[in-house]
């Protein structure tokens, strides 16, 4: 081959994948964003650089303590997809809330409220408990498709769209979360959504919205997490 036909290998765009299509996902963020924009407790916090909205008071101090009950029930270290090339950046713990319980379907249907997008597209909900030291290193949510698990994942749902995390407590110190590319961080508060799109307004992955759960330095930090997909999510790959 030539090197003119080489280069043109290389310049020529990748095809794209249905399962991370920036048509879709671009349509999905639309409809998320004017959704939070005409909701009056929305705050927008992404400036130019992302779409990215806090929710005071989303979730009330009952409501909070009680889901703080439940992640401590059930319990266990939290994984990432690939510990081998990143080892100790995540080393908070994890409850995977059951799918039919009615305290899940509750807290899944008030989330799918907020976002518009149906609970079919959402994953398993999360609650996460960080002591002192503990952390999530700077990380995004998006799948990366040159990675292995993309192969998994794309069978299961696709593409990670939206984010949204609710704090259940106060921290002592520490804890906060980190968006440096925004310059934002954002203390928790018992009750306080953030929700953000992962993808950017043409539905490609959003390097922006990169984040860190901070070390906790005094007392410890509850928070629960929704990634929903942009197709239906399974547990099972199809």
Same mark, same amino acid.
């Given at each position: 081959?030539? @090197?003119?036909?080489?280069?043109?290998?290389?310049?020529?765009?990748?095809?794209?994948?249905?399962?991370?299509?920036?048509?879709?996902?671009?349509?999905?963020?639309?409809?998320?964003?004017?959704?939070?924009?005409?909701?009056?407790?929305?705050?927008?916090?992404?400036? $130019?650089?992302?779409?990215?909205?806090?929710?005071?008071?989303?979730?009330?101090?009952?409501?909070? /303590?009680?889901?703080?009950?439940?992640?401590?029930?059930?319990?266990?270290?939290?994984?990432?997809?690939?510990?081998?090339?990143?080892?100790?950046?995540?080393?908070?713990?994890?409850?995977?809330f059951?799918? !039919?319980?009615? /305290?899940?379907?509750? @807290?899944?249907?008030?989330?799918? !409220?907020?976002?518009?997008?149906?609970?079919?597209?959402? !994953?398993?909900?999360?609650?996460?408990?960080?002591?002192?030291?503990?952390?999530?290193?700077?990380?995004?949510?998006?799948?990366?498709?040159?990675?292995?698990?993309? &192969?998994?994942?794309?069978?299961?749902?696709? &593409?990670?769209?939206?984010?949204?995390?609710v704090y259940?407590?106060?921290?002592?110190?520490?804890? /906060?979360?980190?968006?440096? /590319?925004?310059?934002?961080?954002?203390?928790?508060?018992?009750?306080?959504?953030?929700?953000?799109?992962n993808?950017?307004?043409?539905?490609?992955?959003?390097r922006?919205?990169?984040?860190?759960?901070?070390p906790?330095? $005094?007392?410890?930090?509850?928070?629960?997490?929704?990634?929903?997909? &942009?197709?239906e999510?399974?547990?099972?790959?199809?």
């Amino acid at each position: 081959m030539t @090197l003119l036909g080489r280069l043109s290998g290389l310049l020529r765009p990748r095809p794209v994948d249905p399962m991370a299509d920036p048509q879709v996902l671009s349509a999905i963020g639309n409809s998320v964003r004017e959704r939070l924009l005409a909701d009056p407790r929305a705050q927008e916090r992404g400036g $130019s650089k992302a779409d990215l909205f806090l929710l005071p008071g989303f979730l009330a101090p009952a409501e909070c /303590e009680r889901l703080i009950a439940i992640i401590e029930s059930r319990i266990q270290p939290s994984k990432l997809f690939n510990e081998r090339k990143v080892p100790n950046a995540r080393t908070s713990s994890t409850h995977f809330f059951a799918q !039919e319980a009615p /305290e899940t379907l509750a @807290l899944g249907h008030k989330i799918d !409220e907020v976002t518009g997008i149906a609970r079919s597209h959402a !994953e398993t909900i999360q609650g996460q408990r960080y002591r002192v030291g503990e952390e999530y290193r700077h990380h995004r949510d998006y799948f990366r498709e040159e990675r292995d698990h993309w &192969q998994n994942e794309r069978r299961r749902g696709g &593409q990670r769209s939206w984010t949204a995390m609710v704090y259940l407590n106060a921290v002592e110190a520490g804890g /906060e979360t980190e968006f440096p /590319e925004l310059g934002l961080t954002v203390t928790p508060k018992p009750g306080l959504l953030i929700a953000w799109d992962n993808m950017d307004r043409s539905g490609r992955p959003n390097r922006n919205t990169r984040h860190a759960a901070l070390p906790v330095v $005094s007392g410890e930090k509850y928070v629960i997490t929704q990634w929903y997909r &942009q197709e239906e999510w399974s547990r099972n790959y199809r």
